[in-house]
């Protein structure tokens, strides 16, 4: 059974930075893409990064050039640093991947922007 644990999430001022981080267990980590999806209160899930198993990133517009994502393939974790916050940031962030065509989503963390 997969299981993603994300944490890390919390209360920050803008243009304060944040690391999340979203451990995975159940699958063989490295031949997965990992992403990372946030949903806002009233708004639909939106896509902020993906890094697939051959190394690539690519990002939402929302977050480019303010968010990136890593991986550390030997501890089944991804990151997602997000520096100058704003509160348009504020929203649950969710890990994703799909295994065995299905869709996976971590139980999501909370990030709060305000001043």
């Known amino acids: 059974q997969v299981q993603l644990v994300e944490s890390g999430g919390g209360f920050v001022q803008p243009g304060g930075s944040l690391r999340l981080s979203c451990t995975a267990s159940g699958i063989i980590f490295s031949t997965h893409a990992m992403a990372w999806y946030r949903q806002a209160p009233g708004k639909e899930r939106q896509f902020l990064a993906v890094f697939t198993s051959g190394g690539t990133t690519n990002y939402g517009d929302s977050v480019k050039g303010r968010f990136t994502i890593s991986r550390d393939n030997a501890k089944s974790t991804v990151y997602l640093q997000m520096n100058n916050l704003k509160p348009e940031d504020t929203a649950v962030y969710y890990c994703?991947?799909?295994?065995?065509?299905?869709?996976?989503w971590g139980q999501g963390t909370q990030v709060t922007v305000s001043a």
């Open positions: 994703f991947t799909r295994w065995r065509e299905n869709d996976c």
